[in-house]
């Protein structure tokens, strides 16, 4: 099961949103906490690579908090 931690390591590995990382709450969305366009692409690229999968557009649109990808990736299940 994908957990909140598990994105925030995937983020701090990649290197994306340098200082944020340790700082980011699971229901708030990433844009108010900081994230900017490039951030979100980034993460959007690193979650596809990790998860070997390619994430629609409409599917990546509703991806705004680190809940909302944890449970995208839950309820796929994958790990």
Do not use: W
Request: aromatic share 6%; net charge negative.
């Amino acid at each position: 099961m994908t957990a909140v931690e598990d994105i925030v390591r995937l983020i701090k590995d990649a290197g994306i949103a340098r200082g944020k990382a340790d700082s980011l709450a699971p229901d708030q969305s990433l844009e108010d906490q900081g994230f900017d366009s490039y951030d979100r692409m980034s993460l959007l690229t690193e979650l596809e690579d990790h998860f070997n999968v390619d994430l629609p557009n409409d599917v990546a649109n509703k991806l705004k908090t680190l809940n909302d990808i944890v449970n995208h990736f839950s309820s796929r299940g994958e790990d």
